[in-house]
């Protein structure tokens, strides 16, 4: 218990960051979007929503790791649960199949579907861990943590180049 409480600081930061930059995805979608959602809704949902989704995804495990004494089995539980349904949510919302008919080259396929589905399957990775005592597995939380905010920073910052590059209507 002691060592999930020394992780409180790093939760808070994450967790603050990441509710910061949901944010101003609201602020930059609601100034440009009038035009640009009109012209390709199906393409904004599935560029925009798993972006918003990576940031709640830290909000809440950042969440659910500073709560007060949590069990540590419930804990890894909750985790590999979350990772899991976020594994299946990507699934049914067939995301993958969206940005494959964007046609993306690699590296945008790397960011918008590579990573996030290795972010999942490490979060339930973690999960897996904790209810299996391993300490190392409160790493590999944090680390992908941080993943999930470096994806979500990258794709935020190509997403509101391409709503700004989109001409007005």
């Known amino acids: ?6 992780w409180h600081d790093f939760y808070v ?22 035009p640009t959602v009109r012209r390709s809704t199906a393409a904004a949902r599935a560029f925009l929503t798993p972006t918003v989704v990576f940031f709640t995804t830290i909000v809440i495990v950042s969440a659910t790791m500073t709560m007060p004494p949590l069990p540590r089995p419930i804990l890894g539980a909750l985790l590999a649960a979350g990772g899991v349904a976020a594994l299946v949510y990507m699934a049914i919302t067939r995301v993958h ?14 960011w918008y579907a590579g990573l996030p589905i290795l972010g999942y399957v490490l979060l339930t990775s ?44």
């Open 1 to 6: 218990m002691q060592q999930i409480e020394a």
């Open 13 to 34: 930061i994450l967790g603050s960051a990441a509710a910061g930059l949901t944010g101003l995805m609201f602020v930059v979608v609601s100034l440009r979007s009038g």
């Open 97 to 110: 199949s969206q940005w494959r008919k964007s046609n993306l080259d690699r590296p945008d396929w790397f």
């Open 126 to 169: 973690a999960g897996l861990g904790l209810l299996a005592h391993v300490d190392s597995a409160l790493y590999l939380v944090g680390a992908t943590m941080i993943l999930f905010l470096v994806v979500g920073i990258r794709n935020a910052w190509d997403l509101v180049l391409w709503i700004t590059a989109q001409p007005p209507s």
